[in-house]
């Protein structure tokens, strides 16, 4: 089965994973900017960032036939650093019309504090300005459900804010609810750890419905896998689920969602093999 993986860092990946992702059927990724590991010190380190995940990650994904797609943003950790945060939000707009950004991500909170509640509203400003999706991060374990429903209520208090163009990402049990009943768009994190297993996310699926929501491994340089998406397909396929409503999570939800961006050119696996 074709798949679409929604959340992954590939930049901190070998290639090798690229690879072994074709092979189980991943036909495109999104990667959202995200932290470091270290707090970067100017707006020229996040430059050279986003020259890499705009020039040279979408040809190192090609060499195995994935499609890669990116999005532009200072992420919520280092958004305590205001200063720094609107030099780089400044300078995000030299990057929007990059061929596979598809806008601005992954923002959000990290420790619910006042600056980052400023950066993100930044933020969503520069993305209603300039028309491009959101992706958001929502914060970890204790954190989590206050973030979450502190970043639903800066984007309602936003009137230019439409809903079904916005994802919010790493719900779960008790965080999908606050952004699926406002029309947001969410997404599952398959983390061996931390956020949701893919029997955590089959159970999520099983209660809340299939609409508007996809799963994603969120690979990255932290204890993570970046082949979990096709671990839900095989833990929804014991669970006795059909192909159909399995495809609709994991490859028709994130292409439908992805395809409000101008700059989503996808080419469906089909089109490849006749153009090949």
């Not at 590939?10 to 590991?37: L, Q």
């Not at 639903?152 to 230019?160: F, Q």
């Amino acid at each position: 089965m074709y798949f679409i993986d929604p959340h992954v860092h590939m930049i901190s990946r070998v290639t090798d994973d690229y690879e072994r992702m074709a092979r189980m059927g991943c036909v495109a990724v999104s990667e959202p900017a995200f932290w470091a590991g270290f707090d970067r010190g100017s707006v020229d380190g996040f430059r050279d960032y986003f020259r890499q995940l705009t020039e040279f990650e979408p040809t190192r994904a090609g060499w195995s036939g994935v499609q890669h797609f990116t999005w532009m943003c200072i992420n919520a950790k280092e958004a305590e650093n205001v200063s720094l945060s609107r030099e780089v939000i400044a300078m995000i707009p030299e990057f929007l019309d990059k061929a596979n950004v598809l806008g601005i991500g992954e923002i959000g909170l990290n420790k619910n504090t006042p600056n980052e509640c400023t950066i993100f509203r930044e933020h969503v400003d520069l993305a209603m300005k300039t028309n491009e999706l959101i992706l958001i991060h929502t914060p970890h374990l204790q954190d989590k459900f206050k973030g979450t429903r502190m970043i639903v209520d800066m984007l309602l208090e936003d009137t230019r804010v439409q809903p079904d163009r916005v994802l919010i990402d790493h719900v779960e049990e008790h965080t999908v609810r606050v952004a699926r009943d406002h029309g947001f768009w969410c997404a599952m994190t398959l983390y061996p750890v931390t956020k949701c297993t893919p029997s955590r996310a089959a159970d999520i699926i099983e209660t809340y419905g299939d609409d508007r929501i996809m799963v994603n491994s969120a690979g990255d340089w932290g204890p993570s896998n970046p082949c979990a998406v096709p671990d839900f397909i095989q833990e929804m396929r014991r669970r006795g689920h059909s192909e159909a409503k399995i495809k609709k999570i994991v490859y028709e939800n994130p292409l439908e969602f992805f395809s409000k961006s101008c700059n989503f050119n996808f080419t469906p696996p089909e089109q490849q093999r006749l153009d090949g």
